[in-house]
């Protein structure tokens, strides 16, 4: 079968002949409907988070949605023909196995989260990294329920569906962002504080800041803005290294705190908001065969939202 695989630092993405995945007793095969484009998978090319990867050529996507083509001896919480998605993790599909930019691929069962009839396969995608990652910032780490005053930093694939999981939850939401039409698309979310920077918020009384952009001086702005008592999620790895403002995170008694990806309850819980039309990703598709320009899209700024590859073409 053809997979896009990442095959060398510096190289784009490579279309290649591959053999089909392998059943294990303890896992699945999913044929693959749609698979999420991330920020991550620009990382692996440009040598930013290549060292994550455990071997190459590797197969890459992370963020899967199907059904289920075949079931290992030993499962039996999955039958042929469910609908699931596989969550981003680093030792899953796409970052430590051969992951989802393929018709088919293989997981551990129990690295595997049942979709609810009634989700779009984009939706479900987008939901198994982004969504879950989002979710588990927002209230895993940053409490956020009903009341919470939240800023949100970066109204982007991740940002604008925290800020919506932010809001189905109750919470006030405060979105900063640079880009005007991503600042537009908040607006007509609803979220009537948005402004270019977290700091104009804080006089606010901000309970909780995620952000999810982490460049650096919004991680320093996000410790500034926030209240006292209050808690910052960093989520984006914009920079690698942060200069941020130490008298304030003293003074102010700031709990700092760093998030990463989700457990499948996370992801679980963001399936059932967008089932419930609380949580939807603002979504641009290409095909199976425009993955390579869909990453080059991205790694320039060109995509808005959240891109995923309808797997049809395969």
């Known amino acids: 079968m053809k997979a896009w695989q990442f095959v060398e630092q510096g190289r784009p993405i490579q279309l290649n002949d591959v053999d089909e995945p392998t059943l294990e007793a303890d896992g699945v095969i999913v044929s693959g ?7 991550t998978d620009t990382g692996y090319l440009d040598g930013t988070l290549t060292s994550a990867l ?11 949605a199907g059904v289920v083509a075949e079931v290992g001896a030993d499962v039996t919480a999955f039958k042929v023909g469910d609908r699931v998605v596989i969550p981003a993790r ?21 690295f595997v989260v049942p979709l609810p009839d009634g989700i779009g396969w984009d939706q479900a995608a987008a939901a198994s990294d982004a969504g879950m990652t989002a979710y588990h910032a927002a209230v895993g780490q940053g409490g956020v329920t009903r009341g919470t005053k939240v ?6 694939g991740l940002g604008s569906l925290g800020a919506q999981i932010a809001l189905g939850l109750g919470a006030d939401v405060f979105v900063a962002e640079k880009n005007p039409k991503a600042r537009d698309f908040a607006a007509s979310l609803g979220i009537t504080h948005v402004s270019e920077a977290i700091v104009d918020f804080a006089d606010q009384d901000l309970d909780v800041v995620v952000d999810y952009a982490g460049f650096g001086t919004t991680t320093a702005d996000a410790i500034t803005a926030v209240r006292a008592g209050g808690t910052v999620v960093q989520v984006g790895l914009g920079v690698a290294e942060a200069t941020i403002p130490i008298v304030d995170l003293v003074s102010k008694q700031v709990h700092l705190v760093g998030s990463l990806a989700g457990s499948n ?20 598709h290409v095909t199976f065969d425009e ?9 320039n700024g060109e995509v808005v939202g959240r891109l995923v590859a309808m797997m049809s073409s395969v």
């Open 291 to 299: 993955i390579a320009d869909g990453i080059a899209k991205l790694k």
């Open 54 to 64: 455990p071997f190459h050529p590797i197969t890459l996507g992370h963020e899967i």
């Open 90 to 110: 680093m030792e899953g599909p796409g970052t430590s196995l051969n992951g989802g930019f393929a018709a088919r691929v293989a997981a551990p069962a129990a």
């Open 151 to 156: 800023g949100i930093i970066g109204f982007g």
């Open 33 to 39: 409907k749609a698979a999420g484009i991330c920020h």
């Open 265 to 284: 309850d996370d992801c679980a819980a963001v399936l059932d908001m967008i089932a419930d039309g609380k949580v939807s990703s603002n979504l641009t």
